[in-house]
């Protein structure tokens, strides 16, 4: 069975910057193209970034490139999204999510999900 869990997240400032990083445990990570999903306070669930598997591609939503970067290590089984210039709109709870195959945007895509991590970002 894939389980996916999250680290980081938390409280920062507007204009800081945080980190949330995602592992695979049951499965080879290098095996799932991966990416972030994020759902604000009454608000649908959106697509933020992803990376395939093996980090050729990446992609981003218009509201978050140039300001957050999706890497990954499949030495250490980590997915990280660095997230900088962070602005209130970007308070949300983060998801990690995995599939295989080829990188999109599209979460009915992804099979396996993590439960989630805070990011609360104060003006």
């Known amino acids: 069975q894939v389980q996916l869990m999250e680290f980081g997240g938390g409280l920062v400032q507007a204009g800081g910057s945080m980190s949330v990083s995602c592992t695979i445990i049951?499965?080879?990570?290098?095996?799932?193209?991966i990416a972030w999903f994020r759902q604000a306070p009454g608000k649908g669930r959106e697509f933020a970034a992803g990376i395939s598997w093996n980090s050729i591609e990446t992609s981003y939503a218009d509201s978050v490139k140039g300001r957050f970067t999706i890497s990954r290590d499949n030495t250490k089984n980590a997915a990280t999204l660095r997230m900088n210039s962070l602005k209130p709109e970007d308070t949300a709870v983060y998801y990690c999510?995995?599939?295989?195959?080829?990188?999109?945007?599209?979460?009915?895509?992804?099979?396996?999900w993590g439960q989630g991590t805070q990011v609360s970002v104060s003006s």
């Open positions: 999510a995995a599939k295989t195959g080829g990188l999109d945007s599209t979460d009915r895509t992804y099979v396996h």
């Open positions: 049951g499965r080879p990570f290098s095996a799932y193209t």
